[in-house]
């Protein structure tokens, strides 16, 4: 079993940025791949960006190719999301999620944990 769990949410001006941290337990080294997705109210809950626990192939959405950032610290079991030039669109609860093995990272349906989500949101 793995455990996820998000933090570094919280309000910002658009333009701005956040970043946040998405802390794995358990079973690390089941671990192929961890992605961040989002939903916003009354949409569907959609792909941001993923990394493999290598780090060798970060993959993006193109709404957020640009301006976000994927990266992960082996060390301390932390995937990032360093998100820049942030929209009111981007309001949203972000998710991380972590798979156990090579698949198509953008499908959540592929993602086998989930934390509990943070609230992101973005003032006009």
């Known amino acids: 079993q793995v455990q996820v769990v998000e933090s570094g949410g919280g309000l910002v001006q658009a333009g701005g940025s956040l970043r946040l941290a998405c802390a794995a337990s358990?079973?690390?080294?089941?671990?192929?791949?961890m992605g961040w997705f989002r939903q916003a109210p009354e949409k569907d809950r959609e792909f941001v960006a993923a990394i493999t626990w290598s780090g060798s192939i970060p993959y993006y959405a193109d709404s957020v190719k640009g301006r976000f950032t994927i990266s992960r610290d082996n060390t301390k079991n932390t995937m990032y999301l360093q998100m820049a030039g942030l929209k009111p669109e981007d309001t949203a609860v972000y998710y991380c999620a972590a798979g156990r093995r090579a698949m198509s990272m953008h499908m959540a349906d592929n993602y086998d944990y989930w934390g509990q989500g943070t609230q992101v949101t973005v003032s006009s």
């Open positions: 358990g079973l690390i080294s089941s671990i192929y791949t």
